[in-house]
């Protein structure tokens, strides 16, 4: 009986090591890979960083068509010119006598 009871009181002082590692290895796990763990922050950062790379082309994709508006004329501004003749250079297929046409192959306009 007391080697049970050197054994139990020696287990007694081993196991709080053993729980406190335990409870450590939870917390730094899921400070890592949990919801809002470093990972989940690196992943929203790199979305943050595409998602701002895909805003800067769509705003530049739109001044570029509010010029093209721009120039299409309203009010007292007159309609440009060269802009008039793509416009139906593309879409009634008329073109200037002296004008040289390159057709493209695939189909494409």
Request: charged share 25%; no cysteine; net charge negative.
């Amino acid at each position: 009986m007391a080697v049970l009871a050197e054994i139990r009181g020696r287990t007694g002082w081993a196991i709080w090591p053993i729980v406190l590692f335990a409870i450590l290895a939870y917390f730094i796990y899921h400070g890592l890979e949990g919801e809002r763990g470093l990972i989940a922050y690196l992943r929203l950062q790199y979305q943050v960083a595409h998602l701002e790379q895909e805003l800067t082309l769509a705003r530049e994709e739109r001044e570029a068509l509010e010029r093209r508006i721009q120039l299409l004329g309203s009010g007292n501004n007159p309609i440009d010119p060269d802009l008039l003749e793509e416009q139906v250079h593309r879409r009634l297929g008329l073109a200037n006598p002296n004008d040289v046409i390159i057709l493209r192959g695939g189909g494409q306009e």
